[in-house]
């Protein structure tokens, strides 16, 4: 088809002409001027214009004439596409002028594009349901559904045809953008148009077009109606505000039916099918009701229909009448029932918001009701008197039965009805001033929030509106109107509430808002470390009744005594009067007093504010008489060190400290406070005493404390001898005790004592004295019993009469107090706790005072330490030369000294000293028995020889095996059952060894095993093995091991006696059938694995540990009620938990117990040996590792006579290994517990520094350190 078109501009004339195929096949892409350009134009036809072209005939000049023509062109092929002749309307018209791509950039100068575009709009070329042209002036509608293809008439005049090609789409999507025109109906104009049409529409239209709107409007709100797609049941349209559920596929579903009143509407099974055909044939019940949620459709399950029953529920008209209440106890009758059968476990009942009656007759939400007393309740009843609005309708309205009460109630729960408040999470602001103080003092600093870091300062000028945290629902009228003794009744029940108000900070993680000084941006911060309000409110509100008043908590003191008399501070409550649990009102009241301290009650004086403590030391004097609470107070705020804030600007505490008052003992009077004095010391006669004020606080407290505190300075006497003291017959005794004494009273000190101190110790001298008369002031005054004044020459202490003997003066408690208080005042440091350790050490001899050193320190290396601080002991290095000058003389001191500075004089028999040591009696020509004598060292060399004969033994150890399995070839049954026990000959062979430098350890392990001297290829080891795999086809490997725990059949292994150990192992498997018929319920342990290793120091257990202690023993010695058998596969465990990871860790690791044989490790593996592996150290040292385990993480364990005893014997090589949770993987760890049994001088198995042990069953105690 061709059109053609002339015109004229300017007496030029131009023409256009379009041609195009009916199908739009045309692809010429191209404009034509007589000839084929290169100017694209993108349109299903042929154009062709009079067009004033470039010099090479290819492109446009950009002139007006050109862009005249190029409009012309547009214009002919809309008019060309508006006369398309065909016969229906249709899409061709918009085919033909649909681009198949955007006009070329180098027509841009024409504005073309917006040209054409804008014709189209004004073109009637938009082909409707209502087979009418429109042009874009009409508002057309579009939609890539197939809505178009089920709807027509009156209501969709502007509604476009269906059409699926791509450029035609593209082409309405832009002329609706260019023009702002939307292509969808408005909601409500496409529901009713949509309305009217469906009374006409089969149910296969019906279900199609539903899925086809769905697709376009699938989220209608409040305002916006959806169609009436669904029908129910009865064939008629469903109001779109009901749910509607898909039919059941069984006839009544699997759980009780609903209430009556529900009424519910089920779609009609047609449309169901009609659905299922539109969609997929096989689609499930679910899928098809998510796709059809918008209308309120829901599947046929429990979740549904209960929301669908509470929506009925809710929104009937009339809610608080007698029906819906009716109604509403049908539906929880009903909800219950279900709850019985268990079908509710998996149903969050609480999101639904279930209403009930309430006490007061109204339908109610369950999450705002209470259980009453009613329900058993009497706690919650208590807490909210006469409101009914907050509590569920009684038993009697829902029917329920006495017996069915409990049961009803956990239902109850479960939909919402709360036992207890409610703890509810909520955003506080504007902040009390004090909690806000309290929030800032106790937040984490830094706090960094972007680039910037605020201080404590920076926050406490900051303003915090609003804060995150958890309160207690109603909490304000609780504690307004409710009785403290129920309020307390409720807190010691409710776990969750008392666990609140108790914390110190929020719950959990909580969010602070803030904006600092001189940075107004808001500010966000997530902490743990939110104080928490709930604590500052039950702290500061009224709530606790005392005689007919409200106090809140942070005014209680929880002391005796006080009543009101220190009110307005702070008030006595009595607990006596909370108590509601009159058959234990002790264990009651103790209860109450922790939750009130908890909340914020004060236990002491030293709990309260600055201003209370204060506040009351200005009260004081006025009621006082006797000083007993001001005495209290004083100890209290001594006793803890001060108060937690102590906040100088607090104007109590500045009047106090200008003009307040303190009781003092010896007056009996309160005394300001620049006129009180405090005594640090109580050795001073009280005559001397008698002319100051001494505040009543007992001597050798903290000065420091004291000063800070009652600003009260302490009293500095200074006295002069008169005359000569009479000294006491007991001196010279009582001297060399007290010198004894002191190096034990600076055991104390060691750690911290400066070089004064220790001067000041070692030059004490005191002097025991009848009699002694002194001058304080120009006052002669004669000490009393237990006094002490320091002279120029020492220290001179008055004995009390009657003392004739060391023993009495220990047994005396005010002169062993007095003795302290000499060490004390000589290193002017008032500390109760050193004043007690050193009263109770002094009034012991010598050994009772190192078993108390041990004690106290769990190491008398202290005690070394003291002496050689004070010298008053000779190092033991000098103690060893002294005894070389001595034997050999100075000249072959100097070569001795050399050798002795690489000794180790801790343990001087230890391996690595045996070089130096032989080499130094070669120096001195002696022999090591000589040098013994005449030192006071005790030089040991069997233990150096005993390890070089142990390494020999191992190092030949299989040479001897392979040996002596070649000598046993020939012999018989007989002769070859005692191989292995030959074998262990070699390996536990006692040597005679000499203490003598000339012993010579090869000649004597070579002349004692001459079989080692000849040559074989046999591999006695291999051999074993080969014929245990043999041996073990098809045969219990749990059997074999057991058999070959005998030695003999173990040997008989070694040489193919396989006929023998057969009738061995017959007897064996009828042994183990018969066993493990009454074995199958003993819990095994699973294979192996690897553990983490901590070496820990340990200390013995304090006396009421062991009986607490319960141990999982150790190798074959696993404590509890298991049988024998299984406590060996446990053993066996252990062993090879610690044999696995010991491998992974250490070197040449070697299991060396029975257990590793009956494993298949070690051929040779044994028992008895007093240890389970062994492994070589750094230093190249065999070390000894005995196995234990533990079900526990307590540091306990079983161990043997013969254990213990090789333990000690070999305690610098020897460890315990002890697997702790034997029976938790996740758990388990390793302990390597080093020199456990190296004990220190005068220390035995019985009484050491590391551990207890019981004496009769040799158990074991530690703590770790």
Known sequence: ??????????????????????????????????????????????????????ANRNHLNETPLNKIVLEAACRLLIDTAIRIDTSAVDYAPLRLLSLKKDFPIELTWTRIDEFYHCAITESKVFPTVNFEYISFYDNPKFYESKIADYVNGEYFNQLMLYNEDVAVRRLIKKL??????????????????????????????????????????????????????????????????????????????????????????YMQRGLLSA???????????????????????????????????????????????????????????????????????????????????????????????????????????????????????????????????????????????????????KEIGPLPPAYKAILIRNFDYPIIAGDSVYSISDMAHASVPRVNVE??????????????????????????????????????????????????????????????????????????????????????????????????????????????????????????????????????????????????????????????????????????????????????????????????????????????????????????LKNFNLIAIPSRQSQETIKKYFDVNSIKLKGTIVGTPSIHTLDSEFVEDFNSFKVYAFCYRTRNAKQSEITS??????????????????????????????????VYVKAPAGMYNMEQLRNDLSFCAAMAEVITSTVDIQDDKLFQCLRSLYGQQDSGRQKLILQDFDDLGVLAASKEALDLIQSRQEMFLTACEQIGGKDKLIEIRQLASKLNFDDINSVSNVEALLEIMQILEIDVPEFNDNSEFVIDLRIYYSDKIRCLVEQYRQKYKNALFASFADKGIVEKKGFLKQFNNFINFNYLLTNTKNFN???????????????????????????????????????????????????????DAFDELTKRYDIKLAEWKKQDEVDSAIQKPKEAPTAPIEVINVSAAPPSLPANCHSNGS?????????????????????????????????????????????????????????????????????????????????????????????????????????????????????????????????????NSKFTISSDDYTVFCVAQ
């Open 275 to 425: 659905f299922r055909d539109v969609l997929v044939t096989n689609v499930t019940l679910r899928t098809l009701a998510e796709r059809l949620s918008a209308l309120n459709v829901r599947e046929y399950n429990l979740t549904e229909i209960i929301r669908s029953v509470i929506s009925k529920l809710n929104n009937r008209e009339h809610r608080d009448s007698k029906n819906t209440q009716k109604c509403c106890v049908e539906m929880l009758l009903w909800l219950w029932k279900i709850s019985k059968s268990g079908r509710l476990q998996e149903i969050n009942m609480q999101s639904f918001r279930v209403p009930v009656v309430a006490r007061d007759g109204k339908i109610r939400s369950a999450d705002i009701l209470y259980l009453d007393k009613g329900y058993g309740n009497e706690i919650t009843e208590n807490l909210f008197v006469s409101r009914d609005d907050l509590f569920i309708a009684s038993p009697q309205v829902y029917g329920i039965r006495p017996d069915e009460i409990n049961e009803f109630n956990e239902f109850l729960v479960g939909v919402g009805i709360a036992k207890y408040p409610r703890i509810i999470h």
């Open 761 to 794: 110790i070692k030059s004490i001298r005191v002097r025991l004295c009848d009699t002694i008369e002194a001058n304080y002031g120009g006052e002669k005054v004669a000490l009393d019993d237990y006094s002490f004044i320091r002279g120029n020459d020492g």
């Open 1 to 54: 088809m061709v059109a053609y078109r002339k015109g004229q501009v300017e007496e030029r004339q131009y023409a256009v002409s379009v041609a195009y195929k009916t199908d739009m096949s045309v692809k010429p892409d191209v404009l034509y001027s007589f000839f084929k350009t290169q100017i694209e134009f993108p349109i299903p036809a042929l154009v062709h214009g009079t067009f004033d072209l470039s």
């Open 1001 to 1055: 350890v090869q000649n004597a392990f070579y002349e004692q095993w001459p079989i080692l001297s000849k040559q074989t290829e046999a591999d006695a080891d291999a051999k074993w093995k080969e014929n245990r795999e043999v041996f073990a086809i098809d045969r219990d490997n749990g059997i074999i091991a057991d058999l070959l725990a005998d030695i003999e059949n173990d040997s008989l292994m070694y040489f």
């Open 1115 to 1247: 190798g074959n010695r696993s404590a509890g009620t298991q049988r024998e058998r299984n406590k060996a596969l446990w053993g066996a465990f252990a062993e090879e938990v610690v044999y696995r990871t010991f491998v992974q860790n250490l070197k040449d690791v070697k299991w060396v117990s029975e257990n590793a044989k009956k494993k298949g490790v070690n051929p040779e593996g044994v028992g008895g040996l007093g240890y389970d592996l062994t492994y070589v150290n750094d230093n190249g040292e065999t070390r000894y590792v005995e196995i234990k385990s533990t079900v526990g993480s307590a540091i306990t364990f079983m161990i043997t006579v013969n254990e213990l005893s090789f333990a000690e014997r070999n305690h610098q090589r020897y460890e315990v290994a002890l697997v702790t949770n034997i029976g938790d993987e996740s758990n388990r760890k390793i302990y390597r517990l080093q020199g456990l049994f190296s004990y220190l001088d005068g220390e035995n198995r019985h009484g």
């Open 471 to 688: 309160i207690i629902e109603h909490y304000e009228e609780i504690l307004e109107k409710a009785a403290t003794k129920n309020i307390i009744a409720w807190l010691r029940l409710d776990d969750s509430a008392r666990s609140l108000v108790t914390s110190k900070f929020e719950q959990s993680q909580k969010s602070i808002g803030y904006v600092s000084k001189g940075n107004q941006q808001y500010d966000r911060q997530t902490s743990n470390k939110i104080s928490c309000f709930m604590r500052y409110e039950f702290s500061q509100r009224l709530w606790i009744e005392v005689i007919s008043m409200r106090y809140s908590v942070s005014q209680c003191l929880l002391r005796n005594g006080t009543n009101e008399l220190l009110l307005p501070y702070v008030i006595e409550p009595d607990l006596d009067s909370y108590i509601s649990n009159l058959s234990q009102p002790a264990s009651e009241k103790s209860d109450i007093r922790l939750l009130l301290t908890k909340i914020g009650a004060s236990e002491t004086f030293a709990d309260l504010s600055t201003n209370a403590l204060y506040g009351i030391l200005l009260k004081l004097p006025s009621f006082d008489e006797n000083g007993d609470i001001s005495k209290a107070l004083y100890q209290s705020i001594i006793d803890a060190h001060g108060i937690s804030v102590l906040e100088e600007e607090n104007a109590n505490y500045k009047k106090f400290m200008e003009s307040g008052m303190v009781y003092c003992k010896n007056v009996r009077a309160f005394i300001n406070i620049q006129s009180a004095l405090y005594l640090t010391e109580k050795t001073v006669s009280k005559e001397i």
């Open 176 to 265: 609706a953008k260019l023009s702002s025109s939307n292509l969808k109906y408005e909601y409500d104009a496409i529901s009713k148009g949509i309305d009217s049409l469906l009374p006409k529409m089969n149910i296969k239209e019906r279900a199609a077009l539903c899925i086809e709107f769905l697709t376009e409007y699938n989220t209608p709100t409040k305002e916006n109606i959806p169609p009436k797609f669904i029908i129910d049941s009865d064939n008629k349209p469903v109001n779109n505000r009901h749910y509607v559920f898909l039919p059941p596929e069984t006839k009544d579903g699997d759980f009780p039916q609903p209430p009556r009143f529900a009424s519910l509407v």
